[in-house]
């Protein structure tokens, strides 16, 4: 059985199915005074990559945003936390923020990318 840790960071990386992944964490409590993974801008980059190289269609990214968005387990990386939080709300709510295009995953990389701190809607 994986440990909360692991399967945090199976859900980071998106390394396995996200129905597996949900189902591995819901071992655990939904909430938590502990850390026990760190959500980066890589982590981000790595999900829109492949959605830009098809390997995941734009119903996974937003799956996969949706789990990550809210857990009380996983922080932020330092310094980038707005930023972050930010680009996994838009994912996780196209149709409250922005549909996920080919064109949008670049721009929001290309924001991730820059030593942009803070999130800002007329980028993306």
């Given amino acids: 059985m994986k440990t ?4 945090l960071n199976d859900l980071l990386e998106y390394n396995q199915s996200i129905d597996w992944i949900t189902t591995a964490l819901k071992k655990f409590p939904w909430d938590s005074d502990t850390i026990y993974a760190v959500l980066t801008r890589t982590h981000i980059i790595t999900v829109l990559q492949r959605y830009l190289d098809e390997t995941l269609c734009e119903h996974q990214v937003e799956t996969w945003a949706n789990a ?3 857990r009380d387990d996983i922080a932020w990386e330092k310094g980038y936390e707005e930023l ?8 996780a709510n196209p149709l409250l923020t922005l549909s996920l295009t080919q064109n949008a995953a670049k721009k929001i990389m290309n924001v991730l990318l820059s030593d942009a701190r803070m999130y800002s809607a007329s980028i993306i």
């Fill in 84 to 91: 972050l939080q930010e680009t996994i709300h838009q994912l």
């Fill in 68 to 70: 990550v968005e809210g």
């Fill in 4 to 7: 909360r840790s692991q399967a």
